[in-house]
């Protein structure tokens, strides 16, 4: 049997054979340091109790245990203690306020909407658009006209304002080291905020169970300096490969573990119809779809406009990310006609 010291230092070698990975205490851009500083003042905070509730836990039982000698402090009598009250009462108000002023401080600080303060990053800011596919990134640099998959380049100490949305599933974008999580839905845009303060190379990945493929929806942050930035941007220039309709809807397909690619050109205006849900050919927009409503709806003659604002069913996969077959129109047969004709065949034939 182990002795207690023996015991107590193995337990930092099997932190570091679990594998874990700290960088959510280990920050390195200022959101992420910001969140820190809440986790780490949240817990203290909650320390006031539950650190002096484990010390009674077992205090009080051996004081008061059945077999001691000294029962000269029982009083049969005792009804009410002022200064129990206020410790019972107080400390918990006092927290209850200390993290209410704390989270209150910390949300609209560190608001994904908001931009970073001007003394935090300095520089011109990147902005970059960001898909979740199934199952990867896209990342879309519109001012430099390139895109990447699986792969998003940065530059320290510059602020970056991304936009973000989904081609399929909600998903979750992360990158631990460098800010918290923001969703990623379809038909909507979500903003972010971020700055690498060091020069690295920073996991990120889907951070919510979105299928099969979860497992494998991860991707690099690569924070560099301007020189390297610049030099990545050639690279992927260099590429020769274009972000056009086309490859979209070949890359939007359903894949598992795809490597880093580049695009050295990318259409004008995809975001935007990634967003409104119509890059495919002959797909209405959200945009013209939501003002339609708007106005009252297509009503009956916009039955065969139906096809046009079907986005679903042509992505649904398996249990092993396989694309399904397209289930057929229910309204087919509405709209070739083919009801009444059926009909008219089916009334002949009693006829007869």
Known sequence: ????????????????????????????????????????????????????????????????????????????????????????????????????????????????????????????????????????????????????????????NRPINMKLTSSTVMSTFVVPSLSGMIYTMTGMQTKLHIVADHQGTYPGRAAHYNGPGFTGMTFDTIATDDAGFDAWIAKAKASGKALDTESYMSLEKPSMRDPVGYYASVEPDLFNRIVNMCVEPGKTCMAETMMQDRMGGGGLDGIKDKSKLEYDDARGVDGFGNALPTPPAPLAHLLSGGHGAAGEEEGQTHGE
């Open 1 to 156: 049997m182990l002795k207690l010291p023996k015991l107590l230092l193995m337990l930092p070698v099997a932190a570091l054979l679990a594998g874990c990975q700290y960088d959510v205490l280990v920050p390195k851009g200022w959101v992420a340091a910001q969140e820190r500083d809440l986790f780490v003042i949240s817990t203290l905070i909650m320390c006031i109790v539950i650190v002096p509730v484990l010390i009674m836990a077992v205090y009080f039982p051996w004081k008061y245990r059945a077999s001691r000698q000294d029962k000269s402090d029982y009083d049969p009598n005792f009804e009410h203690s002022t200064k129990i009250e206020l410790v019972v009462w107080g400390v918990p108000i006092a927290i209850i306020v200390a993290l209410g002023w704390f989270v209150y401080e910390y949300t609209h600080k560190l608001d994904p909407y908001r931009p970073l303060p001007a003394e935090v990053a300095q520089g011109k800011p990147v902005e970059v658009e960001a898909v979740s596919l199934d199952w990867k990134w896209l990342f879309i640099y519109p001012e430099y006209g390139v895109a990447s998959v699986n792969e998003m380049v940065i530059p320290a």
